[in-house]
């Protein structure tokens, strides 16, 4: 259906399946068409009987679901190491981050879009035919066309929101032009592992909340006012942190004031 789209909807038997089509002791099938197939529909035709020609159907067995990437058949273990190995898999240092412990799912899953590059930035609209070629600027500098690497790396209104969080925890903020591997060499700038949880969350707290008001201007008009962003980051993060753990006793005065502390105090 996915692959050949004319003649899936040209055909009068969409539910049959390959056997059913193949005419016994012959080497024709038994296609029925609505009217007959022409111009890109003959294209199709010909792409689709040239697959079906190398097909050998063994009338003598029964009809059995298989799984190409295993002979054995389907299960998750051999899914997960096909997944593993597949070009489109993310890089385990992006997972570790991705997932840690204190982050939400809907901050992980926007961290996961933005790690592959599919979020609806103006770039990415524009190659998906969306009609923004006559303002493809950055809607919070209005200076450089918005791409992923813009808005969450080089964009100046951005790196004062993530100069200000590295301030915040007292760690040197290095400017980088790569969104992932900006957000990547963030995180490793903390090793101890309870440190590690909070200081990763408000790293993509920080992607997230800069999205967030990117959107806000988009579709809300709001006004980029930095301290706002900074207020929202820390209750965010104290949010999700007292949230996610009971030991997590301190003050949203002592998170904003002193966060390493309250970290290793988890
Ligand atoms: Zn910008």
Redesign the pocket.
């Given at each position: 259906m996915a692959d050949f789209p004319r003649l899936f909807n040209l055909t009068r038997s969409k539910d049959l399946l390959v056997a059913n089509l193949k005419q016994p002791n012959t080497d024709g099938w038994a296609f029925q068409w609505r009217k007959p197939p022409f111009g890109k529909e003959l294209d199709e035709l010909g792409v689709l009987e040239n697959i079906m020609e190398k097909v050998f159907i063994p009338y003598d067995r029964a009809d059995q679901v298989t799984w190409k990437h295993n002979l054995v058949g389907y299960s998750t273990k051999h899914a997960y190491r096909f997944l593993e190995i597949s070009p489109s898999c993310l890089d385990k240092s992006y997972c570790k981050i991705i997932w840690s412990p204190f982050t939400p799912s809907k901050v992980s899953i926007f961290a996961w879009r933005l790690f592959l590059n599919r979020l609806p930035t103006k770039d990415n609209l524009i190659i998906h035919g969306v009609d923004l070629a006559s303002n493809p600027n950055?809607v919070?500098?209005g200076?450089?066309i918005?791409d992923l690497n813009?808005?969450f790396a080089t964009?100046?209104?951005s790196q004062n929101v993530w100069k200000w969080v590295c301030c915040w925890w007292g760690v040197p903020f290095i400017p980088t032009a790569n969104a992932p591997l900006l957000i990547t060499e963030l995180c490793s700038l903390m090793d101890a592992r309870k440190s590690w949880n909070c200081w990763a969350l408000s790293i993509l707290t920080t992607a997230w909340t800069i999205w967030y008001f990117k959107n806000g201007i988009v579709f809300n008009k709001l006004n980029w006012k930095e301290n706002n962003i900074y207020g929202l980051i820390q209750a965010k993060t104290f949010c999700w942190i007292k949230g996610k753990s009971k030991s997590a006793v301190f003050s949203f005065g002592d998170w904003c004031q002193f966060p390493n502390l309250c970290a290793d105090g988890i």
């Open positions: 950055c919070l500098c200076d450089y918005e813009h808005i964009c100046r209104c």
